[in-house]
C-alpha cells in the first residue's frame, strides 16, 4: 500500500461533502441506516443490516486497513448537517499503480442529492493525483441498475461483465461489471466535466 494510505488522517472535503476515515465510534453515526434501511445492501457482498451486522462490517474495514489492503472512510453531508453513509479504497496496487472504489453507500435521504458525485470527485482526484494512480476500478452486481448508472454518469467506461462471478448472498451467483477510468481520461476529460455537472448541482 502507498505510505499516503498508512496515515490514518486522510480527510477530503468540499463545500459539499467531508469524508473521513472510518473508525469504530461511527457504529453509532450508522447505525440508523442499519436498523432502518436493510435494503441498502441487497447489492452488497458484505451487509451491514442489523446492529450486529454492522459492528461486524466496521471491525472488518478497520482490519483491512490496519492489513493495509483498504482504506474505509465516513461520509458526511455538510448540506444535510448528517453522516449519509461510507465508502472506500480497495485491492489496492502500488505495484501496478491500481487500486478499486467502492463499497459505496447512502441513505436513502442522501440519494440522487449529488452526494455522490461530490465524493466520487473527492476520491477520485486524490487517488490520481496525490496517490498517483494509473487506473481505478469500479466492480457492481451487473443488476444493479442504479449503481452502474450512477458510475456511468461520473465518466467510469465498462469494460466487461465476469458471468457467475461471486456469489450473490441470495442463493445464486451474480454477474460482475466492471468499469473503470485511466489517469489520461480523468486528466483530460472525466475532471472538468465531473466539476461542471457539481456546479450545475
Known amino acids: 500500500m502507498s505510505e ?8 477530503l472535503e468540499n463545500e459539499r461533502a467531508l469524508i473521513r476515515p472510518l473508525v469504530a465510534s461511527d457504529y453509532e453515526h450508522l447505525l440508523t441506516f442499519s436498523m432502518n434501511e436493510p435494503d441498502l445492501w441487497h447489492f452488497s457482498l458484505q451487509g451491514a443490516a442489523g446492529a450486529e451486522n454492522l459492528r461486524k ?4 474495514a478497520i482490519q483491512d ?8 472512510f465516513i461520509v458526511y453531508d455538510k448540506l ?3 453522516y ?5 479504497y480497495y485491492d489496492i496496487q502500488q505495484t501496478y ?9 447512502y441513505g436513502s435521504d442522501f440519494q440522487g442529492t449529488g452526494l455522490n458525485k461530490n465524493c466520487k470527485y473527492l476520491l477520485l482526484k486524490y487517488a490520481f493525483e496525490n496517490l498517483r494512480m494509473e487506473r481505478v476500478e469500479f466492480r ?3 443488476s444493479n441498475h442504479t449503481s452502474v448508472a450512477a458510475m456511468k454518469s461520473i465518466g467510469c467506461k465498462i ?3 465476469l458471468r457467475g462471478h461471486m456469489p450473490n448472498g441470495h442463493g445464486g451467483r451474480r454477474d460482475s461489471i466492471i468499469l473503470s477510468i485511466l489517469k489520461k481520461e480523468w486528466l483530460d476529460t472525466v475532471k472538468s466535466n465531473l466539476e461542471a455537472k457539481l456546479r450545475a448541482v
Open 159 to 161: 469494460e466487461g461483465v
Open 65 to 72: 486497513r490496519e492489513k493495509g489492503i483498504s482504506y474505509p
Open 57 to 60: 462490517y466496521i471491525d472488518m
Open 140 to 142: 457492481a452486481d451487473h
Open 97 to 105: 499503480q491500481t487500486l478499486q472504489l467502492g463499497y459505496t453507500w
Open 84 to 88: 449519509a453513509g461510507s465508502t472506500r
Open 80 to 82: 444535510a448537517d448528517s
Open 4 to 11: 499516503l494510505l498508512k496515515e490514518t488522517s486522510i480527510i
